[in-house]
C-alpha cells in the first residue's frame, strides 16, 4: 500500500488552528469512525462545525485557504443544495492525503437540532474545541425509538409480503439482472433492517453499512452468503432462505413489542 506524507492530525491540526481564533464559529469536532474508536488506516477524516447561522458561508473558503497551505486539492465535491440533512457539506480529496484519507467536511447553523451527536447512532464525538456546550449529545428517547420501531415494523412486513412476487417473476422471466436488483432492494435491505433492529435498534436505518460491527458475526457471516450469488438459480435459492429469515425475525420482533406495549 502506498504511503502518503499528510497526516489525519496534520489536517486536523491546521483546520483547528485556521477556525479556532473565530468567535463566531462555536465548536469543531471529529465523528465517523473516530467517535466509536475504530479509525485505522483505511478510515476518511469526519469533520463537524457549529457556526452562528448568519456566518455559515463564510466557513468553507477558511477551510480551503488552510488546505490549500498543506496540499493541493485533486477532487472537491459539494452536496447540492438544498441537502437532504440541512447542513452544508463538502468532501475533499488532498493529493499528500491519498485517496482513503478524504475530508468529510460538514458545516452546521447552530441552530439546526441535528447535529449528528446522539452517542447511540453517532458515538463519542473527538471534541477538538466548544465554546458554549453546542457538542453535548442529546438524549435518546426510548419510549420515541420503541414507537417508531412498532411502526416501522408493521409497515416493513407489509411490504415484505406485498412485493416479492416482483423478485419471483424476473425468475420466470429468466432476468437475472432484474430480478438481482429486486432482490437487494425488496429481500435483503429489509432483512437488514429487522436484523437492526434486533440488535441495534437505534441504528435501524444505517442500511447496509457497518454490518460487521452492528450484528453478531454469525449474522453478518450469514448475510454474506445471502449477498453473493452465482447465477439465476442461485439467486432463487438465496431468495427463498432470505425470505424464511426475515419471517423469523419479523414475527419475533413483532411478538417482543407486543410483550412490551401489554406490560
Not at 456566518?55 to 438544498?82: F, H, K, M, N, T
Not at 463519542?124 to 465554546?131: E, G, S
Not at 414507537?147 to 423478485?167: H, S, T
Amino acid at each position: 500500500m502506498h504511503t502518503y506524507p499528510l497526516t489525519r492530525q496534520q489536517i486536523v491540526a491546521a483546520l483547528i488552528q485556521a477556525l479556532e481564533p473565530n468567535e463566531w464559529i462555536h465548536a469543531l469536532w471529529e465523528g465517523g469512525s473516530t467517535a466509536f474508536g475504530r479509525s485505522d488506516q483505511w478510515s476518511d477524516l469526519d469533520l463537524q462545525v457549529d457556526v452562528e447561522d448568519e456566518r455559515a458561508g463564510e466557513v468553507i473558503p477558511q477551510v480551503e485557504a488552510a488546505l490549500a497551505q498543506l496540499s493541493p486539492v485533486e477532487l472537491r465535491y459539494e452536496i447540492p443544495q438544498p441537502a437532504w440533512h440541512g447542513h452544508q457539506q463538502v468532501f475533499y480529496r488532498l493529493r499528500d492525503a491519498g485517496p482513503f484519507l478524504m475530508l468529510d467536511l460538514v458545516v452546521m447553523k447552530h441552530s439546526s437540532s441535528n447535529k449528528y451527536l446522539e452517542r447511540e447512532l453517532h458515538g463519542d464525538a473527538r471534541v477538538y474545541f466548544d465554546r458554549c456546550g453546542a457538542t453535548q449529545p442529546p438524549p435518546l428517547d426510548p419510549a420515541a425509538l420503541q414507537v417508531r420501531l412498532q411502526a416501522r415494523l408493521v409497515e416493513l412486513r407489509l411490504r415484505f409480503e406485498m412485493f416479492q412476487n416482483l423478485v419471483v417473476k424476473e425468475f420466470y422471466r429468466k432476468h437475472p439482472l432484474d430480478a438481482l436488483a429486486s432482490y437487494h432492494s425488496l429481500t435483503l435491505r429489509p432483512l437488514v433492517e429487522v436484523l437492526r433492529m434486533q440488535h441495534q435498534p437505534a441504528r435501524h436505518e444505517f442500511g447496509a453499512r457497518y454490518l460487521y460491527v452492528d450484528l453478531p458475526a454469525e449474522d453478518a457471516r450469514r448475510l454474506e452468503a445471502l449477498y453473493f450469488v452465482v447465477d439465476l438459480e442461485d439467486l432463487q435459492h438465496k431468495h427463498a432462505k432470505a425470505a424464511v429469515w426475515f419471517q423469523q425475525v419479523s414475527a419475533a420482533l413483532a411478538d417482543n413489542y407486543k410483550t412490551n406495549h401489554s406490560d
